[in-house]
């Protein structure tokens, strides 16, 4: 069971109950206190009987899903769940809804807040609604009781709205997390429409922004997120004002005048301006923080550290990433993810570099030999380190020219050189405590062009090219060919845990005889407790 005192999840009838006042067909929906999903996961596969006037139809149980299409936006404040929901491919828009400041439009509200913050919740709610549903899920006593300021103002926009109330008793008592506590469901229609004066006082006038905003958009100092944050505000206030501005007077200039974005604009769309106006704002929302994010993330000294799995999956980031408000506080909570999983992170990329100089270059499916040493494993006797001398593909012969020679035979290094061997400098460079390096590709190409082969130079390496398109790589420091090799059997689990911050007399047999194997006693205890990467300052992100 969860260690969250304030989550009840909602159970499957209570939902149904919710979901059978919903009087419309969403097609965005808000979650603002979603726990593990349960409510979403309903939604989506809620079944209700069409609307038939026809016998045959009601006795042979016809049913559709009337929300199986929704956008669905979820918030949650605890981590745990935030976890569960990404798991579940959910959409996190925010962590805190009673902070929430974001612009979304939405269609549908539905919600079963802490029983103790609900009135804050659907206040909360209310606010943010400009035209659409709230279903909600409140402690009965809220409404029954209302001893406090708050719980007076909800009763008055309760009252003012229309607001339908069931009281329900035992509506938890079969749940996950059983309580005998009286709910209340509210049902709360809001029909408004863009031409009337919610946007009256709407005019030019925009939060004023420094002019010498820098253009180094790196994470790195509070004051950079502030003026980030405070661009991407503005840009959505203009762009909220130049969208509504337009719809309110559609009717007039529809046939001169369209957003370059506007969607199915025909002579008939006009009909509906409010869902078209709410359409266009999430879009137009959606594009600037996609935007946004991309140059928030985009942090040099991450990426540049990167290899390329690792900015794939980073993209993918991104793009999740994006769908969630762009605030100081979830700028932040990302950059504290970052760094707690950054070192992972850089064991990741050594272990696909490992993986590229033994497994991924197979022939005739054996390991190269020449690349490997073998050693007792810790959990495996097929334990196996590197090699001082690697041998690597870098491309194959054709009938005409390969990675390093031309279409005469003169040596020449091809654009294949840099792709290869980009993410091996990049991770070997994780033990070098040296800000820059020649790469082996620099290297490579500069001897070839004097048609020189053998003995290059780089920071790391020296190599040998060969015509049949392999190179021979060399590590030059064999410190960090020691580091590498630990960090990645450490990260194979052919090593214990913690090989390197043991004392050797307090190793046991089997790990002295490990450790034999591996480096030998006289390296092991020289090195005991030193740093298996290179102290640099990795990552400068605020938090």
């Given at each position: 069971m969860l260690n969250n005192k304030t989550f009840y999840p909602t159970p499957d009838d209570l939902i149904d109950r919710m979901l059978a006042k919903i009087k419309n067909t969403p097609t965005t929906v808000l979650d603002p206190q979603a726990g593990d999903g349960a409510i979403v996961e309903r939604m989506k596969a809620y079944y209700k009987p069409a609307d038939t006037e026809d016998e045959d139809d009601r006795r042979n149980h016809h049913f559709w899903r009337k929300f199986e299409h929704c956008d669905y936006s979820c918030i949650e404040i605890d981590e745990t769940l935030q976890a569960v929901l990404r798991g579940k491919r959910f959409k996190i828009l925010d962590t805190d809804f009673l902070k929430y400041s974001g612009p979304d439009k939405f269609d549908l509200i539905i919600m079963n807040p802490p029983f103790d913050t609900g009135d804050l919740h659907l206040l909360k709610?209310?606010?943010?609604?400009?035209?659409?549903?709230?279903?909600?899920?409140?402690?009965?006593?809220?409404?029954?009781?209302?001893?406090?300021?708050?719980?007076?103002?909800?009763?008055?926009?309760?009252?003012?709205?229309?607001?339908?109330?069931?009281?329900?008793?035992?509506?938890?008592?079969?749940?996950?997390?059983?309580?005998?506590?009286?709910?209340?469901?509210?049902?709360?229609?809001?029909?408004?429409?863009?031409?009337?004066?919610?946007?009256?006082?709407?005019?030019?006038?925009?939060?004023?922004?420094?002019p010498d905003l820098r253009e180094k958009y790196e994470v790195s100092t509070g004051k950079t997120i502030e003026e980030l944050v405070l661009e991407y505000n503005q840009i959505v206030e203009i762009g909220t004002e130049t969208i509504v501005g337009y719809y309110k007077n559609y009717r007039k200039i529809w046939k001169y005048i369209g957003l370059n974005k506007e969607v199915e604009r025909h002579a008939t769309s006009h009909k509906d301006m409010t869902a078209k106006m709410q359409s266009q704002l999430n879009e137009m929302l959606r594009v600037?923080?996609?935007?946004?994010?991309?140059?928030?993330?985009?942090?040099?000294?991450?990426?540049?550290?990167?290899?390329?799995?690792?900015?794939?999956?980073?993209?993918?980031?991104?793009?999740?990433?994006?769908?969630?408000?762009?605030?100081?506080?979830?700028?932040?909570?990302?950059?504290?993810?970052?760094?707690?999983?950054?070192?992972?992170?850089?064991?990741?990329?050594?272990?696909?570099?490992?993986?590229?100089?033994?497994?991924?270059?197979?022939?005739?499916?054996?390991?190269?030999?020449?690349?490997?040493?073998?050693?007792?494993?810790?959990?495996?006797?097929?334990?196996?380190?590197?090699?001082?001398?690697?041998?690597?593909?870098?491309?194959?012969?054709?009938?005409?020219?390969?990675?390093?020679?031309?279409?005469?035979?003169?040596?020449?290094?091809?654009?294949?050189?840099?792709?290869?061997?980009?993410?091996?400098?990049?991770?070997?460079?994780?033990f070098d405590a040296e800000p820059s390096y020649l790469s082996i590709a620099q290297a490579v190409g500069q001897c070839l062009e004097k048609q020189q082969s053998s003995r290059i130079d780089s920071t790391f390496f020296t190599s040998t090219v060969f015509k049949k398109g392999t190179i021979h790589l060399t590590f030059k420091d064999e410190d960090v060919l020691r580091r590498f090799n630990t960090v990645a059997c450490k990260g194979k689990n052919w090593l214990p845990c913690d090989y390197g911050d043991k004392p050797y007399r307090d190793c046991s047999e089997k790990e002295k005889e490990v450790i034999h194997s591996f480096e030998g006693a006289a390296s092991y205890i020289k090195n005991f407790g030193g740093q298996l990467f290179a102290k640099k300052d990795l990552l400068q992100i605020a938090a």
């Open positions: 709610a209310l606010e943010i609604m400009y035209r659409g549903e709230i279903s909600c899920v409140l402690n009965a006593e809220t409404l029954r009781n209302p001893y406090s300021n708050i719980r007076k103002e909800l009763g008055k926009k309760l009252r003012d709205l229309n607001a339908e109330i069931e009281y329900v008793q035992n509506a938890f008592m079969d749940a996950e997390r059983p309580t005998g506590v009286e709910i209340a469901l509210v049902y709360i229609n809001i029909k408004r429409q863009v031409e009337e004066d919610l946007f009256a006082d709407a005019n030019d006038t925009t939060t004023k922004v420094e600037i923080r996609v935007d946004f994010w991309r140059r928030t993330l985009d942090i040099p000294d991450v990426k540049s550290r990167m290899t390329t799995k690792k900015r794939n999956e980073f993209e993918s980031q991104i793009q999740e990433r994006s769908q969630m408000d762009f605030t100081e506080s979830n700028i932040r909570q990302f950059a504290i993810n970052l760094i707690k999983n950054y070192e992972q992170m850089m064991v990741d990329a050594v272990l696909e570099i490992f993986d590229l100089f033994t497994i991924k270059h197979c022939y005739s499916g054996n390991v190269v030999e020449e690349n490997i040493h073998y050693f007792s494993g810790w959990k495996t006797n097929k334990a196996f380190k590197i090699a001082k001398k690697v041998i690597v593909p870098v491309g194959y012969l054709d009938k005409f020219c390969g990675p390093f020679t031309d279409y005469s035979g003169k040596w020449r290094a091809d654009y294949k050189v840099g792709e290869a061997t980009r993410d091996i400098d990049l991770v070997i460079s994780y």
